[in-house]
């Protein structure tokens, strides 16, 4: 299985950058993964918040397979704890599914289409994080729920 995170807009932060490729390398021993990222939409001041979510859901939408296990990262999605996100990686790993994608939308979330083309919804926290951070803070869980599944000492209960 190949994990894929695809996010609309690109991380600026030099910082974060250089924190999420280091664990993007680490993670390349564990797990064929890719980050694709959709621009964000320019010169959108005169449209609605509603027609901004479905350009994006456009933008999206022609990044995924028809077979993708599509998961959206939304504050209404389910939280895990870092060893029951390992279970549910673990549980994708060992189903047929060749790709699963995890999608953070724009600023504004998600239009009703991307809702409904998700298969399931995964909450990091229940607190907002900027669009650039959460990058941070999903290739290192997902780090993190390799490391648990192999049984290496990164990960402290």
Same mark, same amino acid.
């Given at each position: *299985?190949?994990?894929?995170? /695809?996010?609309? %807009?690109?991380?600026?932060?030099?910082?974060?950058?250089?924190?999420?490729?280091?664990?993007?390398?680490?993670? =390349?021993?564990?797990?064929? $993964?890719? @980050?694709?990222?959709?621009?964000? /939409?320019?010169?959108?001041?005169?449209? &609605?918040? +509603?027609?901004?979510?479905?350009?994006?859901?456009?933008?999206?939408?022609?990044?995924?397979? =028809?077979?993708?296990?599509?998961?959206? /990262?939304?504050?209404? %999605?389910?939280? !895990?704890? =870092?060893?029951? !996100? &390992?279970? !549910?990686?673990?549980?994708?790993?060992?189903? @047929?599914?060749?790709?699963?994608?995890?999608?953070? +939308? +724009?600023? $504004?979330?998600?239009?009703?289409?991307? $809702?409904?083309?998700?298969?399931?919804?995964? &909450?990091? @926290? &229940? *607190?907002? !994080?900027?669009?650039? *951070?959460?990058? /941070?803070?999903?290739?290192?869980?997902?780090?993190?729920?390799?490391?648990?599944?192999? %049984?290496?000492?990164?990960?402290?209960?």
């Amino acid at each position: *299985m190949k994990i894929i995170l /695809l996010t609309v %807009g690109k991380t600026t932060n030099s910082h974060l950058i250089h924190l999420q490729e280091e664990y993007q390398k680490r993670l =390349s021993f564990y797990i064929p $993964y890719e @980050s694709v990222v959709v621009p964000e /939409l320019k010169n959108t001041k005169k449209l &609605s918040i +509603g027609e901004k979510l479905e350009k994006e859901a456009d933008l999206i939408l022609n990044q995924l397979d =028809s077979n993708d296990h599509v998961v959206l /990262l939304d504050e209404k %999605g389910k939280p !895990f704890t =870092s060893v029951g !996100f &390992s279970e !549910f990686i673990s549980k994708k790993m060992l189903s @047929s599914i060749k790709r699963t994608v995890f999608v953070v +939308g +724009g600023p $504004y979330g998600f239009s009703d289409r991307m $809702y409904k083309r998700a298969n399931s919804l995964l &909450s990091l @926290s &229940s *607190m907002t !994080f900027s669009h650039q *951070m959460i990058r /941070l803070i999903f290739f290192e869980q997902l780090y993190r729920a390799m490391t648990i599944l192999k %049984g290496e000492p990164y990960h402290h209960d």
